[in-house]
């Protein structure tokens, strides 16, 4: 089992920038890859960014690379650092994490464990 907790959410105005943090707890040892995924109103839930714990490989969506950045600490925590925020980056933000190896990182049933979601508001 493995329990992801997400924190950094808030209100933001247009162009600013938040850092959302991902800590994992229990067998954390057996996650391979950490996504974090957004969910509008109404909308799927949709992949954002995804990084390899074993050679620190990520992935980006096209609506956000260059403008988000994912990275890993060297114990249990993964950052989602949001540039340039854009009112239609408002969505509810989770983390996920990945316990098999060769899965596609940007595919949501490939996920195994969930955090409960953190918002993310920005204003226009």
């Known amino acids: 089992q493995v329990r992801l907790a997400e924190s950094g959410g808030g209100l933001v105005q247009a162009g600013g920038s938040l850092r959302l943090s991902c800590t994992a707890s229990?067998?954390?040892?057996?996650?391979?890859?950490t996504g974090w995924f957004h969910q509008a109103a109404g909308k799927e839930r949709e992949f954002v960014a995804a990084?390899?714990?074993?050679?620190?490989?990520t992935h980006y969506s096209g609506s956000v690379k260059d403008r988000f950045t994912i990275s890993r600490d060297a114990k249990n925590t993964v950052y989602l650092q949001m540039n340039n925020l854009k009112p239609e980056d408002t969505a509810i933000y989770y983390c996920?994490?990945?316990?098999?190896?060769?899965?596609?990182?940007?595919?949501?049933?490939?996920?195994?464990?969930w955090g409960q979601g953190t918002q993310v508001t920005v204003s226009s």
């Open positions: 990084i390899s714990w074993s050679d620190g490989a």
């Open positions: 229990g067998r954390t040892f057996s996650s391979t890859t």
């Open positions: 996920a994490a990945q316990t098999g190896s060769n899965r596609d990182a940007t595919v949501r049933r490939k996920y195994d464990y």
